[in-house]
T-cell receptor, first 116, second 113 residues
């Protein structure tokens, strides 16, 4: 079974600092990769996704992520964070499970706190 | 506006009672999912349904049951057999079992005492 690891449980940054959140997965087959974000009091929403093609994908609000197949990684980056980026971030991997049904496996999440 | 509605937002129950969490979507999505969110553990899949009248166990189905009698509804029952029912429960849907991203509801926080 696939698994997703987010090693940073809580990250605290000052505004304008650069951000990189790690995401590693274990699965030998073809994967689709996602980052979801949950702002305080709001529902989970998609930040960006990778299906194929250019391994550097850009999402909403200035976020980007790079798929490095050899490292089984899909790290999330932002050059300069804002206070409004304070949220919990989840990495997720989609694979073909038994019965040919694609399911998402989520990482444990990283809480980002941006200090004003 | 289309979306997923979970009700209620907060739910309190006594130990030993079954409780049903509601999830309704008007997105015309075929696939629906129930996740449990615990601090430090992220989202874990309880049950999912790809089509009406069909559902499959996820990673932590023990102590839970679901039904999918209508396309727009996927209620989750937390039974007395679930050993640690206190948690935040998220319902999600997407058009089909393919690559499309999930749409999430706002969640229900269940507290069992």
């Amino acid at each position: 079974a696939q698994s997703v690891s987010q090693h940073n449980h809580h990250v605290i940054l000052s505004e304008a600092a650069s951000l990189e959140l790690g995401c590693n997965y274990s699965y030998g087959g073809t994967v689709n990769l996602f980052w979801y974000v949950q702002y305080p009091g709001q529902h989970l929403q998609l930040l960006l996704k990778y299906f194929s093609g250019d391994p550097l994908v850009k999402g909403i609000k200035g976020f980007e992520a790079e798929f490095i197949k050899s490292k089984f990684s899909f790290n999330l980056r932002k050059p300069s964070v804002q206070w409004s980026d304070t949220a919990e971030y989840f990495c997720a991997v989609s694979t073909i499970s038994s019965g040919s049904a694609r399911q998402l496996t989520f990482g444990s999440g990283t809480q980002l706190t941006v200090l004003p | 506006d289309g979306g997923i509605t979970q009700s209620p937002k907060y739910l309190f129950r006594k130990e030993g009672q079954n409780v049903t969490l509601s999830c309704e979507q008007n997105l015309n999505h075929d696939a629906m999912y129930w996740y449990r969110q615990d601090p430090g553990q992220g989202l874990r899949l309880i049950y999912y349904s790809q089509i009406v009248n069909d559902f499959q166990k996820g990673d932590i189905a023990e102590g839970y049951s679901v039904s999918r009698e209508k396309k727009e509804s996927f209620p989750l029952t937390v039974t007395s057999a679930q050993k640690n029912p206190t948690a935040f429960y998220l319902c999600a849907s997407r058009p089909g079992p393919g690559n499309s991203p999930l749409h999430f509801g706002n969640g229900t926080r269940l507290t069992v005492t």
